[in-house]
């Protein structure tokens, strides 16, 4: 990166820390700026594309667009179906919009309604598509033809119509556009008469199919049921089967058998379950056994206790007494137990009442022991009964299982024909159905849709749609001229404020010289240059500078014009220089050719030469010394021949007789190298006679990019200036020129940005507007000149 020395000297404090680091322009700032400069560009394209976007209008012929609302899947009458019927399945929009966009609707309608001779669809309503079409007829050399052929009327006719489902409902929108409102609506009706019609001769030829087929199957089913009955009943008849409700004798016995064998079995499970926690109870007892320990006999269920799931009414009431009785005694011992631990505990365990309540207390043990015995006896006696009872149905069982043996064999027989014969009776009779539904529903045919609303003449077209065609075209113009402005910036790699300057080159801008305009800087200055010299105020054999017309004697010419003042700008900046006591020799110079050097060198000097200081002007640009061609046009020698010493520095020099600057020419450097001229050491002792004689000494280098004169001549000089011209030289240029000279680089005191456009650097930063304005300049009595 650029880093010179002295530039934070000059432009900044040396106490601030941050040294180049400035804050950028806000986006809206940068917007703004934007606009400023390509407002034009973009009013322009916007225009344009208006203007555009209006011929459009004309010359495109509207179209109107008709639309039919159709609902699918409408449901049959149920007249027609007297008999229920399998659900159908669920319609297919897809299916039905793309039938409704198919080739076979679109040539019915073509064909139905003439369109091949319809101007939508033989190009004669469009100019813009005649044109286009006579134009490819041309550029392919091929026939115009009479009639456009059926695949042209059918891509026309698909292109301007169109069919959606509306949202997730059945219901479908068919749209068609036409030049003709009417022929529109009158097109798109058809297209829904024409798919009914389709829809209507498709569900007949169905129903037609699938009538016959029913007839036939019909007719199979039927002979196949009759002979499979008439199976049944003749082995039926050669076995001597008999049936009752439709199942066999046998099969019903065992069932019944197995039923009982299957409850007795439970009844004597009960019962043993019964005895053995009566056999628990009685084994367990002893007189330490806990009179709890009786408390489960309460838990049976009358039935539980008589042994029968569904005992009798006076063996219930007896074994629910036989409950109630145990219970009673048990109550009359927990109530004795407790007057026992009562008495006990106030007269003492061997008092006479508690060995009476004691006595009482054993003998009502003993006889909830006998109860419980009773009790025990008796399900002992009710569950040999029942297992009695469960082997005389287990005799029962196996009997019937025997004789059900003999006719199993022909019972298979005759279920299986008996299943055969009612599935062929269950397919007859749903087939019989379906038969007759279908004869029913071809007789009255039907679609599945119906017209919601139908198409009537638009009256407004639907496109195109002007104010979006109108809108697009505005925007579309601001985009476009948008996108010229910024391609315009980014293409702009020049420098065209002073931040820019001072941020890429790391160097501070002395001075803002402004363009002027050429003819009246030229007739101003022609004005102001003396017809003739006094010979008293110079001498004769002096040679003087030629003052005349042109931009080089501006800032003496117009000393209150803002280029008289960047100037002196530029003087103020080389004085106010720290190191000024040790710095005379300065040098201008440019990254390329005409960027204004020698303007400002020659201008330089003017400024410096009318405060009284000693001044020269030297023309080091010996290659091209376009200085010496403005100010001694006539001069034969210059610096080329003090250093090959040929001539002296006061042979040479010449003199404004109005500025008393001097000028040393560059001529006699042709055909030499003069890079080792600009080396030679006769050169570093002109520059220090240089330095002796004058206050200031301004020298007019090359430009760095080009030659590598600068260079040779950097070490004799104290500072540098460069002049980079506003809006053309490419930044890159400088920087790289920079680069390559790195000793006049570290030199430079700054840059002077010449040829200002002063009005479009407003557009740029606006404060530079501010602050070159021109109504601060008048207050203080300056003319604007340029």
């Known amino acids: 990166m650029l880093h010179n020395p002295n530039a934070s000297a000059v432009a900044y404090n040396p106490q601030q820390d941050h040294g180049w680091e400035r804050a950028g322009p806000g986006p809206f700032d940068l917007a703004l700026g934007f606009l400023r400069r390509h407002y034009l560009v973009i009013a322009i394209t916007a225009a344009v594309s208006l203007a555009a976007s209006f011929a459009v209008l004309k010359i495109v012929p509207p179209t109107y667009s008709a639309d039919v609302k159709i609902m699918l899947g409408g449901a049959k009458p149920p007249v027609l179906q007297p008999q229920p019927t399998q659900d159908d399945p669920p319609l297919d929009m897809e299916s039905q919009i793309e039938i409704l966009k198919s080739k076979s609707i679109a040539t019915a309608v073509i064909t139905k309604l003439n369109l091949a001779d319809d101007p939508d669809f033989s190009g004669k309503a469009s100019p813009l598509h005649g044109a286009v079409d006579a134009i490819r007829r041309l550029v392919s050399a091929t026939p115009e ?3 456009p052929s059926m695949d042209d009327l059918l891509d026309e006719f698909q292109r301007r119509m169109n069919a959606f489902r509306i949202g997730t409902s059945t219901v479908v929108e068919v749209d068609f556009s036409a030049s003709d409102p009417k022929r529109a609506a009158m097109i798109a009706n058809a297209i829904v008469k024409e798919y009914f019609d389709q829809q209507l001769k498709a569900e007949a030829n169905e129903h037609r199919t699938v009538t016959a087929w029913l007839h036939d199957r019909l007719q199979d089913l039927g002979s196949d049921a009759t002979a499979a009955e008439r199976a049944v009943n003749d082995l039926k008849s050669r076995h001597n089967i008999v049936t009752a409700d439709g199942k066999f004798i046998d099969q019903q016995q065992v ?3 197995t039923n009982r064998l299957v409850a007795a079995r439970t009844h004597t499970a009960s019962l043993m379950t019964r005895l053995n926690r009566f056999d628990e109870m009685l084994a367990a007892s002893n007189a ?10 309460s838990d049976f269920s009358p039935a539980e206790l008589s042994g029968n799931l569904n005992p009798p009414d006076g063996l219930s009431l007896s074994n629910s007494n036989s409950t109630l009785i145990i219970n009673g005694l048990r109550q009359q011992y927990l109530d004795n137990a407790k007057r026992e631990y009562e008495y006990a505990a106030k007269y003492g365990k061997d008092h006479l009442a508690v060995v009476n309540i004691r006595a009482a207390m054993k003998s009502i043990r003993q006889a909830i022991f006998d109860e419980v015995r009773r009790l025990a006896d008796v399900a002992r006696h009710d569950y040999a009964e029942a297992k009695q009872q469960q082997q005389e149905v287990e005799k029962q069982l196996a009997q019937a299982v025997a004789r059900s043996q003999d006719t199993r064999a022909a019972e298979a027989s005759i279920r299986e024909l008996e299943t055969s014969a009612k599935g062929y009776r269950a397919l007859y009779d749903t087939f019989l159905q379906r038969y007759m539904g279908s004869v029913q529903q071809g007789s009255f045919p039907i679609t599945k849709a119906r017209v919601i609303s139908a198409a ?3 009256k407004k077209k639907s496109k195109p749609k002007s104010i979006l065609l109108l809108a697009i075209g505005l925007f579309g113009g601001l985009a476009l001229g948008g996108g ?10 020049s420098f065209r ?24 800087v030229n007739r101003i200055t022609k004005e102001a240059a003396p017809g003739s010299v006094d010979k008293a105020d110079a001498d004769c054999s002096q040679r003087l500078v030629a003052r005349g017309a042109g931009t080089c004697w501006a800032a003496s010419a117009m000393p209150s014009s803002r280029f008289a003042e960047s100037i002196r700008s530029l003087k103020v900046a080389i004085d106010q220089d720290p190191s000024r006591t040790s710095r005379k020799v300065f040098g201008l110079t440019s990254a390329l050719p005409n960027e204004g050097k020698s303007i400002i060198a020659a201008s330089l000097a003017q400024s410096i030469a009318s405060s009284g200081k000693r001044v020269i002007v030297v023309d080091c640009d010996l290659r091209n010394p376009s200085l010496s061609g403005m100010l001694a046009p006539d001069a034969g020698l210059g610096i080329a021949d003090i250093v090959s010493g040929a001539q002296r520095l006061e042979d040479t020099v010449w003199t404004d007789a109005v500025t008393r600057l001097q000028f040393l020419p560059g001529k006699g450097a042709a055909h030499r190298d003069t890079s080792d001229i600009l080396a ?35 070490g004799l000089l104290d500072s540098f200036v460069l002049v980079v011209e506003w809006g053309r030289t490419p930044a890159e240029v400088v920087e790289h020129a920079l680069n390559t000279a790195p000793n006049v680089y570290d030199a430079l005191l700054g840059v002077v940005l010449n040829k200002t456009d002063m009005k479009a650097l407003k557009l740029y930063a606006n ?7 021109h109504e601060y300049y008048a207050r203080y009595g300056r003319v604007m000149a340029e």
């Open 255 to 257: 069932t019944e058998l």
């Open 456 to 458: 009537t003449p638009p």
């Open 145 to 147: 033809p009479t009639t």
């Open 497 to 520: 404020t002073t931040n820019q300057v001072e941020d890429r080159l790391r160097l501070p801008c002395l001075s803002v010289v402004p363009l002027l305009k050429q003819d009246e």
């Open 288 to 297: 330490d056994t806990p009179i709890d320990s009786f408390a489960a006999v």
């Open 767 to 773: 404060h530079f507007g501010d602050y070159y304005n």
């Open 680 to 714: 030679h050491e006769q050169m570093r002792k002109l520059f220090e006679q240089l330095r002796e004689s004058y206050d200031y000494v301004i020298v007019d280098l090359p430009p760095l990019a080009p030659v590598a004169d600068a260079r040779a001549v950097s």
């Open 484 to 493: 010229l402005g910024l391609l315009r910036e980014v293409r702009d790699r």
